[in-house]
Nanobody, 115 residues
Framework: QVQLVESGGGLVQPGGSLRLSCAASGNIFSYSSMAWYRQAPGKQRELVASIIKLGSTDYADSVKGRFTISRDNGKNTVYLQMNSLKPEDTAVYYC?????????WGQGTQVTVSS
C-alpha cells in the first residue's frame, strides 16, 4: 500500500522557517514527480512546489525565492524548506506523489504563521 507521510508542520512567527518532510513508501524513483500543495481555509488547494524524477523543480510565484523543494533518494523523502514565512502561508500542506496511472496524497500537516 502506497503511503506518503508528512511531518514538520507547526506554529512559527512571521519571518521564521520550517522544514516539512514527506516520507514515501517504496522507492522514490517510482514516482514520476512529487509535489507539495497547500490549502488554506475557504480556499482551493494550490500547488506550492514540485520536483520531477530528473530533478527539475518548479514553484508557485508566491513562494519563489523563499521555499525550496528537495529530495533525499536514500531516505525516500521529499522536503520543503520554507523560509521568510508570512501569515498568508498558513495552510494545511499536503505531499503528492504521481505515478503513470495513479496519484497519491499524504494526510497533510498544518503550518500556522502567526505572531
Amino acid at each position: 500500500q502506497v503511503q506518503l507521510v508528512e511531518s514538520g508542520g507547526g506554529l512559527v512567527q512571521p519571518g521564521g522557517s520550517l522544514r516539512l518532510s514527506c516520507a514515501a513508501s517504496g522507492n522514490i524513483f517510482s514516482y514520476s514527480s512529487m509535489a507539495w500543495y497547500r490549502q488554506a481555509p475557504g480556499k482551493q488547494r494550490e500547488l506550492v512546489a514540485s520536483i520531477i524524477k530528473l530533478g527539475s523543480t518548479d514553484y508557485a510565484d508566491s513562494v519563489k525565492g523563499r521555499f525550496t523543494i528537495s529530495r533525499d533518494n536514500g531516505k525516500n523523502t521529499v522536503y520543503l524548506q520554507m523560509n521568510s514565512l508570512k501569515p498568508e502561508d498558513t495552510a494545511v500542506y499536503y505531499c503528492q506523489g504521481r505515478r503513470i496511472l495513479s496519484t497519491y496524497w499524504g494526510q497533510g500537516t498544518q503550518v500556522t504563521v502567526s505572531s
